[in-house]
C-alpha cells in the first residue's frame, strides 16, 4: 500500500468517525480524566522546565486567548499547549499519564482559542481518543500526538487531504515513548510532540489542498518502538494514585497553586464542563495567584470636605 494511500485511509477514517450515545458513566470518566489532568497540569506549574519555558523569549507571546496554567499569560494555543502539556508531564510519574495528560490540555488550549464549549471539548476528547486506539503500534506518545491531530481536525473542519497532510506533519513530532516523571528533557519532549501536534493541524488548515496534496507523495509516517499493547493505548486514561478520592487528589494537587477560596469552584466547574459554553469561564479559575486585580481600596475624604450632593428631597 502507498504511502499516500495510508495517510488517506487513516485521514477518512478520522473525517468519517461517527460518534456513538454515551451513557452517564463513560461522560463521568472523562469528566475525571478532565480534573486529574487540570490538577496535575498546576501541580507542574511550577517545575524548573516549565518555569524555564515561560522565561524564554519568544516561547509564550501574550496577546493570544489560550491560558497558561497557573499564571495571567495568555497566548496562542500551540504555545499553551507546550507549556502546560509539558507541566503536566513533569507532575506525572508514568509514562501513560505524560501522554494522556499532555493529550488533553493540549486540545483545551485549541479549543479555547477557537471558542468552543465545554462539550464540544469533551467530544473531541473521545473522538480523538477512540480514533488514537486504531493505531496501536504508535507507542504511547505516538497514539497521543494522533489523537491530538484527529481531534483537532475534526474541531477544524479538515477535509481528508488537509487531515492526511496534518498527519504527516505531525508524524515527525512522534518522539518515540520517552519516560515521563520528574525529568525535565523528558517533559518537554512530551510538550513539544503535543504542541507541534496542534500547529501541523493549524498548518493543514491555512494550506491550500493542492499543496496538502503534494505534501502526501514520499512522506513516510512515524512509528513509535515500543511494545505497548493495545489495552495501553487508552488517552482517557489518567489514573489518580490507587484508593485516591478524586477531589482529595485535585484539592491536593492544586491547593499550592490556587487561592484556596477558587479550588472548590473549579473542581465544580469541570463537573459540569459539558454545560460550559465559553471555556474562558473555566480557564480564568485556572489562573494562578495575585492574577486577579486587587479590590479597590475605599478612600474617605477627610472629615468636614466632603460636599453634600445636590438633593430635589423635601422635608
Known sequence: MSVSATMSGLAERIISYDPQPRDAKAAGRVKAAIIMTFGKT???????????????????????????????????????????????????????????????????????????????????????????????????????????????????????????????????????????????????????????ALLAALLAEAMDEASCQEMLSGERLASGDDSSGPEALDLLAVQSPPGADLWDQFDQDVGAVLPRDDVAPLFERLETIEKVKDLATVSRLLQGRGTRAAPKKVVFAPRGTHEPEETNWVP
Request: aromatic residues 4%; glycine residues 10%; charged residues 10%.
Open 42 to 196: 498546576l501541580s507542574g506549574a511550577s517545575a524548573a522546565i516549565t518555569t524555564a519555558l515561560l522565561a524564554t523569549s519568544g516561547v509564550a507571546a501574550s496577546g493570544g486567548s489560550s491560558l497558561v496554567f497557573g499564571t495571567e499569560r495568555r497566548t496562542s494555543a500551540v504555545a499553551a499547549a507546550l507549556i502546560n502539556a509539558t507541566a503536566v508531564a513533569a507532575a506525572s510519574k508514568s509514562v501513560p499519564d505524560a501522554a494522556n495528560a499532555a493529550f488533553v490540555v493540549a486540545l483545551f488550549a485549541l479549543c479555547e482559542e477557537r471558542g468552543k464549549a465545554g462539550q464540544e471539548f469533551i467530544d473531541a476528547l473521545i473522538a480523538g481518543a477512540e480514533i488514537s486506539r486504531s493505531q496501536p503500534s504508535a507507542g504511547q506518545l505516538g497514539a497521543a500526538v494522533l489523537g491530538s491531530v484527529a481531534a483537532a481536525a475534526r474541531l477544524l473542519g479538515l477535509n481528508r487531504a488537509k487531515t492526511a497532510a496534518a498527519l504527516v506533519m505531525a508524524s515527525v513530532a512522534n518522539a518515540g515513548n520517552p519516560a515521563a516523571g520528574q525529568g525535565g528533557v523528558e517533559a518537554f519532549l512530551v510538550g513539544q510532540s503535543l504542541s507541534n
